[in-house]
């Protein structure tokens, strides 16, 4: 039996997950598994697109997290992310560059990507790891 438009799509989206979820702290694979009951295929994609992005910049910018393998990072460094990092993420949003690429986000893009982190951060504030 052949796949739906609809099954096709969340196989493509499931895969490029696992690929960008490579680059991420271990323990947001917890958010990932809990927002698959929850959310489409095509938001936690979003979801993993604004977290590399976010943890790009953390590594870029911030001197602690420059030092540290980020797939390593515990759970606990979340807490260290202050209302400043935010602000300094979202500046850095409207342009910048990786992997020979040039990036440009409008305040639409930064809304999506703010309200990524605050669903992000709101479940490890809910099941109290942060």
């Known amino acids: 039996m052949a796949l739906t438009y609809h099954e096709q ?11 960008l979820t490579k680059g991420l702290p271990d323990f947001t694979g917890d958010f990932f598994r ?4 929850k959310k489409a295929t095509g938001t936690i994609r979003s979801y993993a697109y604004d977290l590399n992005t976010f943890f790009y910049f953390l590594q870029l910018q911030n001197p ?3 030092n540290h393998n980020i797939r390593s990072l515990p ?12 602000e300094e993420y979202l500046s850095f949003l409207t342009y910048y560059e990786k992997d020979g690429k040039t990036y440009t986000n409008h305040e639409e893009g930064k809304a999506r990507k703010l309200a ?5 951060f709101s479940y ?4 109290g790891y942060i």
């Open 75 to 86: 759970v606990s460094v979340l807490d260290n992310i202050q209302p400043v990092d935010i």
């Open 9 to 19: 799509t969340d196989i493509k989206n499931i895969q490029k997950i696992r690929e």
């Open 124 to 127: 490890f504030l809910k099941k």
């Open 34 to 37: 809990a927002s698959e009951i």
């Open 64 to 66: 602690y997290f420059r």
């Open 116 to 120: 990524s982190l605050n669903t992000f």
